[in-house]
């Protein structure tokens, strides 16, 4: 072998040079369904993504529901029965009640198969001592929903907003990060992006999905520090 074959075996061998995780995908042309649009953090989140130009279907088990919550957001908003979001929408975002959870995305199965679907739910109970994490069969909410999802490529983000912060109109910016778990990177980065396009907002990876648990459960601490200090807390990722 000569000293240029060993040249090029040796290059050949290198890696090749990771990925800037911030290289993220331009998602400004994707259709974002919210199912439990008409809630306060679905309504938030939907205000916020259509305000920053996203194309925005608001989901709900009332169509007059849907449209009525679009028509109070404004911003090109439209909004539409559940299956009809799901069906219209490139990527769903669930934010939906915990209790309702389950039942809503097992009627949705066949509406969401093929989709990029982002829950955001958090299974919390509360009682006299304040909000408390519960631990689903599944492990957690994102789980479940990729159980019960299994066309549908499952991940997590959005947990840890303020609802009020988010409808709050002369708030210009979002100071905060969205951790995001999923389980395929490409999905993970439209999701990042997504949370990206909300000035303020970054998407931040935090894992798979068997990390969710933790992610959602943290809701019940940013409670209790909110009643405290009566603030909207959110959370900033340091040396990222």
Same mark, same amino acid.
């Given at each position: ?31 974002? $369904? ?7 953090? $679905? ?9 920053? $130009?996203?194309?925005? #279907? ?10 009525? &919550?679009?028509? =109070?957001?404004? @911003?090109?908003? *439209?909004?539409? *029965? ?27 199965? *066949? ?26 069969? =599944?492990?957690? &909410? ?16 959005? @947990? ?10 002369? #708030?210009?910016? #979002? ?8 389980? *395929?990177? &490409?999905?993970? =980065? ?22 969710? @648990? ?8 940013? #409670? ?17």
């Amino acid at each position: 072998m000569t000293s240029t074959d060993g040249a090029q075996g040796a290059q050949s061998a290198q890696k090749a040079p990771a990925k800037d995780p911030w290289d993220l995908p331009d998602v400004s042309g994707l259709v974002v $369904g919210v199912l439990g649009g008409t809630g306060p953090q $679905g309504k938030g989140l939907a205000y916020r993504l259509a305000r920053s $130009g996203q194309k925005v #279907i608001i989901g709900s088990r009332a169509a007059e529901r849907a449209q009525a &919550a679009a028509e =109070e957001i404004g @911003h090109g908003v *439209e909004g539409a *029965e559940n299956a009809e979001a799901a069906r219209r929408s490139d990527l769903v975002i669930v934010a939906v009640p915990w209790e309702g959870h389950g039942k809503t995305l097992e009627a949705l199965r *066949e509406e969401l198969a093929g989709k990029l679907v982002v829950d955001c739910v958090n299974p919390l109970g509360f009682d006299k001592k304040g909000a408390y994490a519960l631990r689903p069969e =599944e492990g957690s &909410a994102a789980e479940q929903a990729a159980a019960l999802l299994p066309d549908s490529r499952v991940t997590a983000a959005f @947990h840890h907003l303020s609802a009020v912060l988010l409808l709050d109109p002369e #708030i210009e910016q #979002i100071d905060t990060d969205v951790m995001v778990l999923g389980e *395929e990177r &490409a999905d993970v =980065e439209t999701v990042q992006a997504l949370a990206g396009r909300i000035p303020g907002m970054r998407g931040i990876f935090a894992g798979r999905l068997r990390n969710a @648990h933790q992610v959602e459960s943290l809701v019940a601490n940013l #409670i209790s520090v909110n009643r405290r200090y009566k603030a909207h807390a959110g959370l900033r990722v340091t040396d990222v």
